[in-house]
């Protein structure tokens, strides 16, 4: 089976950093997603890991272990509107993407 | 243009309708895809075409029905829904691009009631 693990929910304050853990045990592994999804929204992409190592993109950054199984998302200097749901989804081939069951963050002043 | 567009945006349907959820972009891409998202849940990957053939059927119920009669339009034709079905479904668009980084784009959804 797949099993991708998230924490359910995480609450962190506003300018201060929060990591999102996710692991993961797959057949198959083609790159590591992590998306944002606002309620009631789509989901947006926010970073992409294939190679094991640190990848950042502004305030965001996203961490691969394949060794381990294990991703984390890293958000500095946090605002109220980073409150969201964090997405980690596996490609377990070309199209294919299974999303873990998701991280509600959420940001207080 | 990293827009992908869904109508109709909210949809009630009787279990015995007949009824179309369509999907756009305009980006180039040659992969698309058909999400169903229950309440506080992942989106759950249904349908892929890539290059306008279907090449993931993530063993969907025949009541759901995929098209993709060009490459960037996407159709979802649903037939005789059970009340479970209620849910919202994504529409994503993506490169095809192999081995390489292909990140999905998603619309809004078509929020469905089924009653």
Partial sequence: GQNIDQPTEMTATEGAIVQI?????????????????HAGEAPTFLSYNVLDGLE????????????????????????????????????????MLTFGGGTRLMVKP | DTEVTQTPKHLVMGMTNKK???????MGHRAMYWYKQKAKKPPE???????????????????????????????????ALQPE???????ASSQDGGQGRYEQYFGPG?????T
């Fill in chain 1, 21 to 37: 853990n996710c692991t993961y045990q797959t057949s198959g592994f083609n790159g590591l997603f992590w998306y944002q999804q």
């Fill in chain 2, 110 to 114: 078509t929020r469905l009631t089924v």
């Fill in chain 2, 45 to 79: 990957l249904m349908f892929v075409y890539s290059y306008e053939k279907l090449s993931i059927n993530e063993s969907v119920p025949s009541r759901f029905s995929p098209e993709c009669p060009n490459s960037s339009l996407l159709n979802l034709h649903l037939h």
């Fill in chain 2, 85 to 91: 079905d209620s849910a919202l479904y994504l529409c």
């Fill in chain 2, 20 to 26: 179309s959820l369509k999907c756009e972009q305009h």
């Fill in chain 1, 56 to 95: 950042e993109k502004g305030r965001f950054s996203s961490f691969l272990s394949r060794s381990k199984g294990y991703s984390y998302l890293l958000l500095k200097e946090l605002q109220m509107k980073d409150s969201a749901s964090y997405l980690c989804a596996v490609s377990r081939r070309p199209h």
